[in-house]
């Protein structure tokens, strides 16, 4: 089963095989969640997104015409989902709360190689700033980062789940990372200062 | 390159940027994650999906409204040079050859009056010809005519040896002049849109024995390295063939005489170089280096590292599917761009994802850069 494409399980979830649709959900949730996570800025919103997407992908298997693939396809849901969250909130805050779940992500997996307290709380610092740069972009923006530069997606894949040329995924992602740029610039953060402010 | 620059983050930002990982889960609420989808699905609770779930989602981000849309540019960036060279630049092209040839006009203006003379005289002779749209000015046949014009002009000449001498490399230099000067005109008269060339006949090798420049402007020899003839394109210079323009526009940039910028129809017997294939897609991207050359970065940028990586990572990371554990990946490129060799540790090294991994990178592309190698280490291709 686990060596079966996505494609097929698509085929198989059609005729109705809920268990091959269940193969599909546990190669692609981390990923969905993931990128929840960086959209939304809470775990919790994440999770329920993330089953959502599922739910709603198999509802719309129907309508998936195979033009793309399966998981870009997920993927598409799973970013509209998440605007739509991030719609109904209420304004927000402006900055990145300390329990921010993007931060910990990053930090908890290298707890263990920090020598010394201060160069975690560098780290902290400088995830905190280049969380605050990347809530600084608009959704459009956001979006199309994390998904390339943070998701590792190709830009004919973020076109596909984006429906923008591949050129414009392009444009995105450098627009994006100029503002990060200038954002981490203005708080210290420039080359030849050992990234640090 | 300060436009790439711009994009470029700290060491410490790039980093977190390509590794972040998803939030610690424990694998068993994974699992029940999505038992718990399966069992809704089961029990028949699949979500309503509206259409709208389903479109593309974000606005335009303003100022994208001028990207090419993807049926011109479908594909990489290098497809949206291409497309931007068979469309818009073809006109671009025609101009700036017609400029260049200007200068170069000026720069010969010491002939530059009697090639005027001689171009509309050759407008009339045999040696000019018209096929399917393309003027063709054949030398040898120039030359010929008029040597029997000196012939019949003979008797009120001087019969000084060196004067004679003299005045045949002159008629020589007309010659090439003549054909220039009728190339521009056709040129700036058609546009891009009759396709007009100057081929030159056989006699073109005796052309050096024209002089090149003016000796006060010797040609640097950074300048001739920068033309190589062999690259060039070896069909005619037409309309059809904008890289071939390109590459005509920068050998007059980089200080080319005007032989060697018409030797470009002669060519292909003396390299023994082919034109390139339609829709090779190796040899277009060769087509497009010229025009790139005007600026190699010593190594590439940032951006280009990250926009490459970006192109790649996500095939790279299917090859991993299933594993527990992210693998490591080394790229070392050459400085054509491509890559050289793909280097796989971790645990999809010494399995089939490494092959697979090795592929994923193998199709990756930078920029051309000045040093011999460039490596990126340590990509983490996570499942």
Known sequence: MASRSDRELVDAARNGDADAFGVLVRRHQKRIFRLAVHLLRNATEAEDVTQETFMRAYGALGRFDGRSEPFTWMYRIAVNLSLNTIRARKPTRRSTSADDPRIEALLVEKRAAYADPSSLAADRELARTLCDALDELSETLRTTLVLVSIDGLSHAEASDILGCPEGTVAWRVHEARKKLRAYLDKHGYAFGSGDQP | ?383
């Open chain 2, 1 to 383: 390159m300060k436009e790439r620059d711009e994009a470029r983050l700290p060491e410490a930002a790039e980093a977190m940027l390509r590794h972040w990982p998803a939030p610690k889960r424990d694998e068993a609420d994974w699992e029940a994650s999505a038992e718990a989808v399966v069992n809704r699905l089961k029990e028949g609770a699949g979500g309503a999906v509206s259409n709208e779930l389903l479109a593309a989602p974000l606005p335009a981000e303003p100022g994208e409204g001028r990207m090419p849309r993807r049926s011109e540019a479908d594909g990489s960036l290098a497809e949206m040079a291409r497309a931007r060279l068979r469309q818009g630049a073809a006109q671009e092209d025609a101009a700036a050859i017609a400029k260049a040839s200007f200068t170069l006009m000026k720069e010969e203006n010491r002939i530059g009056a009697r090639a005027n003379t001689v171009a509309a005289a050759a407008g009339s002779s045999s040696a000019e010809r018209k096929e399917d749209g393309e003027v063709v000015v054949d030398l040898e046949q120039a030359r010929a005519e008029q040597a029997r014009q000196q012939e019949r002009e003979a008797p009120t000449r001087t019969t000084d040896s060196n004067t004679g001498r003299l005045a045949a490399a002159a008629l020589v230099a007309v010659g090439i002049a003549a054909g220039v000067a009728v190339y521009v005109q056709s040129v700036s008269h058609s546009g891009s849109a009759k396709p007009t060339a100057v081929v030159l006949g056989p006699a073109a090798d005796r052309a050096p024995e024209t002089p090149r420049r003016p000796q006060s402007e010797p040609m640097a020899e950074d300048q001739e390295k920068s033309i190589d003839v062999g690259d060039l394109p070896t069909g005619e210079i037409g309309a059809e063939s904008s890289a071939g323009r390109a590459r005509a526009r920068v050998a007059k940039r980089a200080g080319a005489a005007p032989e060697e910028k018409v030797a470009v129809a002669d060519e292909p017997a003396a390299s023994g170089a082919k034109p390139p294939a339609p829709g090779d897609a190796e040899d277009e991207d060769e087509e497009l280096r010229p025009a790139l050359d005007e600026a190699v970065p010593l190594e590439p940028s940032t951006g280009a590292v990250s926009s490459a990586l970006g192109g790649s990572l996500g095939a790279a990371r299917r090859c991993v599917i299933g594993h527990e554990q992210a693998s490591t990946a080394t790229v070392v490129f050459n400085s054509d761009g491509r890559v050289k060799s793909v280097l796989v540790s971790g645990p999809a090294s010494g399995t089939p994802a490494e092959a697979c991994i090795k592929n994923a990178f193998q199709a990756m592309r930078l920029p051309r850069f000045g040093k011999p190698t460039f490596t990126i280490r340590g990509i983490t291709v996570r499942p």
